[in-house]
């Protein structure tokens, strides 16, 4: 393919970044520094982070979500989309969906140039799960009561008291309690509340409250080191999944994952329903599957990191290691992963987030993550300012990574002999390091390419230029990645190839992603049906469009 683009000669000369690095962007001195104390020491307060957010932000949804809320959601940046069916029929499900999906179509009419927004849809399986009964009300106000430190309770699971939870006895829809030891743990509303058990009698734990506080109805309940549930989904989740592959989901996030073998069958059953084209991700949520991530992890087709629910088994002081371990084993395999752990909640009532939740979520942006869930935008009245605040945390995050060694060391596990797409993808991002290349434009077709690139964590946004929106969407997970379905008619293979690069040139221009005199490396085939990108050139943007460097 002769890649050479001919620059209209009435434009301007264009201005060549010889010396691009400059120290006080992204951090750019510590990045490239010898040694880790170095990186940390040459680190800048007053650098400036990158305007483009390179982690993709995911945000929960209520049942009762508009249209007009997700064109917000996209203009804001968010990519993914996080719900449930639970207690849904088949046509409020529907009706939600179609909300969604005409949300984003109505964003990419009007305020997108007419370019199709990859916004992915993720289904949210809620499992095998014990919840407490409900409350029972003395008084017509009352919701809540009011569970004493340091007083004593019994859990049951009599179904008598299942409407009639008192301060005294609270019931569970699970005889597992009865399988507890005295000193073990259970913990009411997501660690809310922790009880110590003391003995077990014929239908009921006695318990000592070791952290009280107010209790609704049908709060979930927490047993650690107790796997809960089958080995096999439950006849709710296969509806569920069946509504989801009728509805075009484009991933599905699949609890209480502990071993492979549950990975497969699950798997199994959503090919069999003819949903292989969804992509399942296995939720860490105990510390069973936390314990066989080597196992399950080559399965999967990404990693959820349920941190509220594993912390409750790890412990609290342990769940930062946790994330280590879970971020930087799905790191190695090229798995992408998103991060729930309850971000930014202050934000529901408040504003301005604690000190606390910035670092946690900066944190998790540094260990490696692809993707922060935002649950806290389903209860928020504040939504649109939560994703923004969480976008320039990400980005503080992303300058401070010292990702040439991150690089260097992801370069040194992928030791001969890998396939040439991986080979070529590894150069590509070596070269983005070098030259510091503003973006790397990657023409594809499954999203091969661009996923081995984003794997590699170059420092510069991904444009990955696709005809098939579903390969978009599951791109969009990605960090690094900004996905473009690409829609005109195909004249011939060349001209294709051609008109996608214009296309992804005009778009980094329209969106402040490229500039005059940067740097830009571009990656197509070499021929039709080659399978995968295998040529790489360089180009410099000019004023009006680019130039073969």
Same mark, same amino acid.
């Given at each position: ?63 009762? $979500? ?14 993914? $989309? ?32 007419? $370019?199709? #927004? ?102 979930? $309940? ?58 399942? #991700? ?268």
């Amino acid at each position: 393919m002769d890649s050479t683009i001919i620059l209209n000669t009435e434009e301007p000369c264009v201005v060549y970044p010889w010396e691009p690095c400059h120290d006080n962007e992204m951090q750019m001195k510590a990045s490239f520094e010898d040694n880790y104390l170095d990186h940390m020491s040459n680190l800048k307060i007053e650098s400036n982070p990158s305007q483009n957010t390179l982690t993709t932000i995911a945000c929960g949804i209520l049942h009762n $979500v508009t249209r007009s809320l997700i064109e917000e959601f996209c203009e804001n940046g968010a990519s993914m $989309v996080v719900f449930d069916f639970n207690g849904l029929s088949f046509e409020a499900s529907r009706k939600m969906v179609f909300e969604i999906r005409q949300g984003v179509f109505n964003y990419s009419l009007k305020k997108n140039n007419r $370019v199709p #927004y990859s916004m992915t849809l993720v289904l949210d399986l809620e499992g095998s799960c014990i919840t407490t009964g409900s409350i029972f009300h003395t008084t017509t106000a009352q919701r809540l009561i009011e569970l004493s430190t340091n007083s004593h309770v019994y859990i049951t699971n009599d179904v008598e008291y299942k409407f009639k939870c008192t301060e005294d006895r609270i019931y569970v829809n699970s005889d597992i309690i009865l399988r507890l030891n005295p000193n073990d743990r259970i913990y009411l509303d997501y660690g809310k509340i922790e009880l110590a058990v003391i003995r077990v009698d014929e239908d009921e734990v006695y318990c000592l409250i070791k952290r009280g506080e107010f209790l609704g109805s049908e709060k979930v $309940v927490h047993v650690p080191g107790i796997p809960v549930g089958s080995t096999a989904l439950s006849k709710l989740d296969e509806e569920k999944i069946r509504t989801g592959i009728q509805l075009k989901v484009d991933v599905i996030l699949v609890p209480g994952v502990r071993n492979s073998v549950f990975f497969e069958q699950v798997r199994k059953f959503v090919v069999t329903e003819r949903g292989s084209d969804i992509s399942l #991700y296995a939720k860490i949520d105990n510390t069973v599957g936390l314990e066989n991530m080597d196992d399950i992890i080559p399965g999967v087709d990404g990693v959820f990191l349920n941190r509220p629910n594993l912390s409750m088994e790890v412990g609290h002081d342990k769940i930062f290691l946790a994330q280590k371990i879970v971020l930087s084993k799905c790191n190695l395999a090229g798995k992408p992963t998103i991060t729930y752990g309850e971000y930014l909640n202050s934000m529901e009532v408040s504003t301005v987030p604690t000190s606390a939740e910035v670092n946690d979520l900066i944190n998790t942006v540094m260990d490696g993550t692809d993707c922060i869930y935002l649950d806290v935008t389903m209860r928020s009245a504040n939504k649109l300012h939560c994703i923004q605040y969480a976008s320039s945390l990400c980005r503080q995050g992303e300058a401070a990574i010292w990702e040439q060694q991150l690089f260097t060391e992801l370069n040194k596990k992928s030791k001969p002999k890998i396939d040439p797409a991986h080979a070529v993808s590894i150069g590509c991002v070596e070269v983005s390091f070098k030259c510091h290349a503003a973006a790397i434009i990657v023409i594809t077709t499954s999203g091969l390419s661009a996923r081995f690139i984003a794997r590699y964590r170059p420092r510069c946004p991904v444009l990955a230029i696709v005809r098939h929106g579903k390969s978009a969407r599951k791109l969009s997970v990605w960090r690094n990645v900004i996905a473009l379905q690409y829609i005109d008619p195909i004249e011939n293979i060349w001209k294709d190839i051609e008109n996608r690069t214009r296309f992804a040139m005009d778009y980094g221009k329209r969106k402040g992603i490229l500039h005059q005199g940067d740097l830009v490396l571009h990656m197509s085939c070499s021929k039709q049906n080659v399978g995968f990108a295998n040529t790489m050139s360089v180009f410099y943007v000019s004023a009006g469009d680019f130039v073969n460097a």
